[in-house]
């Protein structure tokens, strides 16, 4: 049996994203048995949420960790305090429940082409999975650009300040040069999944 990560992508995203391909590449390059679970996450976040628990809860020994992007990275996050798994987020969304509140109204996922609305319930959705501290810092890895043209970098760095970081000036939201951090990643989680 395989070991598992999971990759979730952010908002308007797919498992199909450039950053998602370039970590399944690096895993099927690392010549190790292992396999990324990385589903399209659903447009609402109770179902996200819903979607991203179910994952973790049906392959519970097998998954080592999460790879998350943006809103993928609260999601991580969220698991992360749930389940204590490692993780790596990448330009991670801290507050999305405040971010996403320009988005309320109708809205196209662009990549599924899926019509549906926000509203101020799913905003408290995300902020009901909240939490200002995590409980396993030691396990979880903070990839940020300061150039980050969507996010406040600097929410990031102190949510996540003591955790490992690399913190790169310039930059932008979809993570400038992310295929070199792959074999990194890999191996953090590794490491990290057999500390208890």
Same mark, same amino acid.
């Given at each position: 049996?395989?070991?598992?990560? %999971? ?8 498992p199909?994203?450039?950053?998602a %391909? ?24 109770e ?5 991203v ?21 609260? %999601? ?5 305090n ?40 799913h ?16 396990r979880?890895?903070? %990839? ?53």
């Amino acid at each position: 049996m395989s070991q598992k990560i %999971l990759y979730l992508h952010g908002f308007h995203s797919s498992p199909w994203s450039e950053k998602a %391909l370039i970590f399944k590449q690096a895993v099927a390059e690392s010549g190790l048995e292992l396999e990324v679970i990385a589903p399209q996450l659903a447009v609402y976040p109770e179902a996200a949420i819903a979607q991203v628990e179910t994952c973790c809860r049906d392959n519970a020994s097998d998954v080592i960790g999460v790879v998350g992007s943006s809103l993928g990275g609260y %999601l991580a996050t969220y698991l992360h305090n749930r389940l204590l798994l490692p993780i790596v987020v990448i330009n991670p969304a801290v507050k999305p429940f405040e971010l996403l509140a320009d988005y309320i109204g109708p809205q196209i996922q662009p990549i599924t082409e899926q019509a549906y609305e926000l509203t101020e319930a799913h905003m408290e959705q995300l902020k009901s999975i909240y939490s200002p501290e995590l409980e396993k810092p030691e396990r979880v890895w903070l %990839l940020q650009q300061e150039g980050d043209e969507v996010l406040d970098y600097r929410q990031a760095v102190a949510h996540y300040q003591n955790c490992k970081v690399t913190l790169e000036p310039k930059g932008n939201h979809s993570f400038v040069g992310f295929d070199r951090f792959g074999t990194a990643i890999i191996d953090f989680l590794l490491s990290a999944s057999r500390r208890h």
